[in-house]
């Protein structure tokens, strides 16, 4: 089985890796030549562009940065579907706008295609551990045809429903996850401001009804638990605008449907206040450091 992997970033490079891994021909592209090395270096076949990477691929993965990225790779003249194989199974794992998801989708199947949508979630060290979530969104004939694949990437896969549904939970997810670790850091400084040991609170707060991911396991105030980006000065993770991005894709989808989120919007600002303050490439935890009062 030939595979075609576009987009060899922090997350596709080690998810081609992992296929490299599993004895998996790949061939891959992306802009950037050290990435392209990478892969080269751990015995991918490198290609000139998309066009030509995807020519013979049985499975076509794509792993990009936003919904204007995976438009004009699918959708362009020297694009996917103008130079894959129609017999290829096309899974896009970036986290785009549901309904780009579903328009590609749509005019994917109009030329014969098999689609379907994968966003992930567990970052990069998911990605590099092989222990990724897939949120799928396709039909389940074709979620079986991949599952092969995205069992040697990652750990958990579930079947969301039709295309456009893996991106929706992602999109659902992201947000909940934001606004979860805003509510946290606020509880945090709010004890720390009245003389708490924020190790101690975080140890009762586990333990009771505030329970949460962002406490238990990616706790936002530094020295407080081991191994996690608040303690390593808000290094690696999962970067404050990919945060952004994902929660404007989230009020992106709200206002399309006409649904309320107030939390999400307010979610939305706080992290562009906190982005445009030069913590971008920080870790979403840093948002812990917005809520300080000086």
């Given at each position: 089985?030939?595979?075609?992997?576009?987009?060899?970033?922090?997350?596709?490079?080690?998810?081609?890796?992992?296929?490299?891994?599993?004895?998996?021909?790949?061939?891959?592209?992306?802009?950037?030549?050290?990435?392209?090395?990478?892969?080269?270096?751990?015995?991918?076949?490198?290609?000139?562009?998309?066009?030509?990477?995807?020519?013979?691929?049985?499975?076509?993965?794509?792993?990009?940065?936003?919904?204007?990225?995976?438009?004009?790779?699918?959708?362009?003249?020297?694009?996917?579907?103008?130079?894959?194989?129609?017999?290829?199974?096309?899974?896009?794992?970036?986290?785009?706008?549901?309904?780009?998801?579903?328009?590609?989708?749509?005019?994917?199947?109009?030329?014969?295609?098999?689609?379907?949508?994968?966003?992930?979630?567990?970052?990069?060290?998911?990605?590099?551990?092989?222990?990724?979530?897939?949120?799928?969104?396709?039909d389940a004939k074709d979620l079986e045809r991949a599952r092969p694949l995205l069992e040697k990437m990652g750990k958990n896969i579930f079947h969301?429903?039709?295309?456009?549904?893996?991106?929706?939970?992602?999109?659902?997810?992201?947000?909940?996850?934001?606004?979860?670790?805003?509510?946290?850091?606020?509880?945090?400084?709010l004890g720390i401001a009245n003389g708490m040991d924020p190790k101690i609170l975080s140890d009762i707060m586990t333990k009771s009804s505030g329970?949460?991911?962002?406490?238990?396991?990616?706790?936002?105030?530094?020295?407080?638990?081991?191994?996690?980006?608040?303690s390593k000065n808000y290094a690696g993770g999962f970067g404050v605008d990919l945060m952004l991005k994902d929660l404007g894709l989230a009020v992106?989808?709200?206002?399309?449907?006409?649904?309320?989120?107030?939390?999400?919007?307010?979610?939305?600002?706080?992290?562009?206040?906190?982005?445009?303050?030069?913590?971008?490439?920080?870790?979403?935890?840093?948002?812990?450091?917005?809520?300080?009062?000086?």
């Amino acid at each position: 089985m030939k595979v075609a992997f576009i987009g060899l970033g922090n997350m596709g490079l080690p998810m081609a890796l992992n296929l490299l891994k599993a004895g998996y021909s790949v061939t891959g592209f992306d802009l950037v030549q050290s990435q392209i090395d990478a892969f080269v270096g751990a015995g991918g076949l490198p290609e000139k562009s998309a066009a030509l990477a995807v020519i013979d691929a049985d499975i076509v993965i794509s792993m990009l940065p936003a919904s204007r990225h995976v438009e004009s790779l699918y959708l362009g003249d020297a694009g996917i579907l103008a130079h894959a194989n129609p017999r290829a199974l096309l899974i896009d794992c970036s986290t785009i706008s549901p309904k780009v998801a579903q328009d590609v989708a749509k005019t994917a199947k109009a030329k014969g295609f098999a689609m379907i949508d994968a966003p992930v979630s567990g970052g990069t060290a998911g990605a590099q551990a092989a222990t990724l979530t897939f949120m799928v969104g396709g039909d389940a004939k074709d979620l079986e045809r991949a599952r092969p694949l995205l069992e040697k990437m990652g750990k958990n896969i579930f079947h969301a429903g039709a295309n456009g549904s893996g991106q929706t939970v992602k999109v659902c997810n992201n947000m909940l996850l934001g606004i979860q670790m805003l509510g946290t850091s606020e509880a945090l400084r709010l004890g720390i401001a009245n003389g708490m040991d924020p190790k101690i609170l975080s140890d009762i707060m586990t333990k009771s009804s505030g329970r949460n991911w962002a406490l238990e396991l990616y706790n936002p105030c530094p020295n407080v638990m081991e191994n996690v980006p608040s303690s390593k000065n808000y290094a690696g993770g999962f970067g404050v605008d990919l945060m952004l991005k994902d929660l404007g894709l989230a009020v992106e989808n709200a206002q399309d449907l006409n649904a309320s989120t107030p939390l999400g919007e307010l979610a939305h600002h706080l992290y562009e206040l906190h982005s445009k303050a030069g913590n971008g490439a920080l870790d979403f935890s840093s948002v812990f450091n917005l809520t300080k009062v000086e």
